[in-house]
């Protein structure tokens, strides 16, 4: 049975409209905005409808709508606006953030059902034509890549390469651009630009295949002229590119053309052809660099062995192989691990098609459906945990990486005086006003860095109360420091308490293992830290 999702905060309205729908579909409940985020949150695949208020305390209509438009779960979830505010701003407003649908109070039963059906339906249309849509560009990227493959491994063929460099330098530049992108805003890199780059990456070295096979394989030194030949590679495979005779407004011609290009340019300006400097080098040749070189160290060729994998970082690190945007540097050493499972061939990614096919055989079969319950007891155990949370008085938090949100528990959020549910915390201004941007911002990297063998780690908090506060100055001062006896100044008139904020990172099960989020809690310095110094951490893991 369909779900639909009612969000108001009269009992009577969610009454009114669940005795209306309720013999045809699955009804839950949310009083709030808040409460409603959250459900939507564990679950929203399960629901096909939000019907909102859109005037309620707490998170109203239009918040909500704000949060499911910065997750992207109104791409796939429709959203009815019930209110009895029938001014066209509001409405007009409501249309612009993407509700699909307006319902006025007071209801009319066949008005909500037939709506309610309409709305339904057409999503689920769209969500077919959609999939053939899909469908059909899938089949012509599919293609591309295959060509673009193809054409890679003839260059690798020539040069008596192994033929997993492509796929490793593929490999990698997607590793580092996404850890890049967990890093920093500093670039403006999303999906498509991940895809465009990873794709093209294949196609770094295709000048190569201008190149002579006795100089492309010789299996010792090169002489400078020799040498002054194989660099040209950069430069013959871009102007190749750029000889086109059709495409060459094409992003992905264009990408081909600058990774190719200045594949081989460093960050100091030692490199070639050009001599770019720092970000004058297009991050996608940037990020292709770096992949080529861990590839070319850490594997045999014709005129070395293969570096190990800590040699290689080592090198790299060092400015042994030229230098490197330092931000990418940092990528490197975070995401080393993930890189170094790809390079033992520890892990077996499987291509987008082998994905694909396995997501639409578990669609066709019963697995999605048939854990009930296993659902019904993690609902419990989440239960379990707000309730002693609740009791305690204990100061919580979650956040996930593919939502961006942070939720914290209800005592947490009193304390800290926020929000319990905050999308995008380090942009988030009631926490930038208390720690400020550079400390949510390291924060964040400390959490995305832990590994997963030792994903626990400490940190004093000390939150000092000015018991006299005056305009200038805040009542609250929050601190995060790693020394265990920081040295924290404050006035006569402040109270001083410490407190250890204890959090673990999460990982996906598969390997290797990705980082998803982190959970935490803050817990006094003197009470129950005293207990849960005894603990071995790495019995929790």
């Not at 053309?257 to 081989?264: D, E, K, M, Q």
Request: proline residues 3%.
């Amino acid at each position: 049975m369909e779900r639909i999702l009612i969000v108001d905060d009269s009992d009577m309205n969610r009454e009114i409209l669940s005795d209306m729908l309720g013999s045809e579909y699955n009804i839950v409940e949310a009083a709030n905005g808040k409460e409603a985020v959250a459900i939507l949150n564990e679950n929203i695949t399960s629901f096909s409808l939000v019907l909102l208020d859109m005037v309620m305390p707490e998170m109203n209509g239009m918040e909500v709508l704000e949060v499911m438009e910065k997750n992207g779960w109104l791409n796939d979830l429709p959203v009815i606006m019930v209110s009895a505010e029938n001014s066209s701003d509001v409405v007009h407003s409501a249309y612009e953030l993407g509700v699909t649908e307006y319902i006025c109070r007071p209801f009319d039963q066949l008005i909500v059902q037939k709506r309610c059906r309409n709305v339904i339906n057409l999503y689920s249309k769209q969500k077919k034509l959609a999939g053939l849509v899909a469908d059909q560009f899938y089949e012509r990227e599919k293609d591309s890549r295959l060509m673009i493959d193809i054409l890679a491994h003839i260059v690798e063929f020539r040069n008596n390469e192994s033929g997993l460099h492509v796929i490793h330098v593929q490999n990698y530049t997607e590793i580092l651009l996404k850890q890049l992108v967990e890093l920093t805003d500093k670039y403006d890199i999303d999906s498509d630009n991940i895809s465009l780059i990873t794709k093209t990456a294949a196609l770094h070295d295709v000048g190569k295949i201008c190149i002579p096979d006795e100089i492309l394989n010789k299996p010792g030194r090169l002489t400078d002229e020799e040498f002054k030949i194989m660099k040209s590679h950069s430069a013959v495979g871009s102007q190749m590119l750029a000889d086109l005779p059709f495409h060459k407004e094409e992003p992905l011609v264009k990408m081909a053309y600058a990774i190719a290009r200045w594949h081989h340019e460093r960050w100091d300006g030692r490199g070639y052809p050009d001599g770019l400097t720092g970000d004058d080098i297009p991050i996608g040749a940037q990020v292709v660099s770096l992949a080529d070189v861990y590839d070319a160290l850490t594997s045999e060729r014709c005129y070395k062995k293969a570096f190990s994998h800590a040699t290689a970082l080592e090198m790299i690190t060092k400015g042994e192989c030229g230098q490197f945007n330092p931000l990418l540097i940092e990528c490197l050493n975070i995401a080393s691990e993930s890189m170094r499972l790809v390079k033992e061939g520890s892990t077996n990614p499987q291509t987008d098609y082998d994905v694909r096919e396995f997501a639409s055989d578990l669609l066709k079969s019963d697995a999605l459906y048939s854990s009930n319950r296993l659902l019904h007891l993690l609902e419990y155990e989440k239960m379990k945990n707000r309730f002693f949370e609740g009791i305690t008085g204990g100061c919580s938090f979650e956040y996930t990486t593919k939502s961006k949100m942070l939720t914290v528990s209800a005592n947490a959020a009193k304390v800290l005086g926020v929000s319990e549910t905050i999308i995008d915390p380090v942009h988030n201004e009631e926490l930038i006003a208390i720690f400020g941007k550079e400390k949510l911002r390291e924060l964040k990297a400390k959490f995305r860095s832990l590994p997963p063998e030792n994903p626990i780690v400490q940190y004093n908090f000390h939150i000092i109360e000015d018991t006299k506060p005056n305009e200038q100055a805040s009542s609250n001062i929050f601190r995060i420091t790693d020394a265990s006896d920081d040295d924290i100044s404050c006035s006569s008139n402040a109270n001083h308490n410490v407190y250890k904020l204890i959090c673990r990172a999460a990982f996906t099960v598969s390997e290797p293992q990705r980082y998803t989020g982190v959970i935490g809690k803050l817990v006094p310095a003197e009470s129950e830290y005293g207990i849960m110094k005894e603990v071995d951490f790495n019995e929790l893991t």
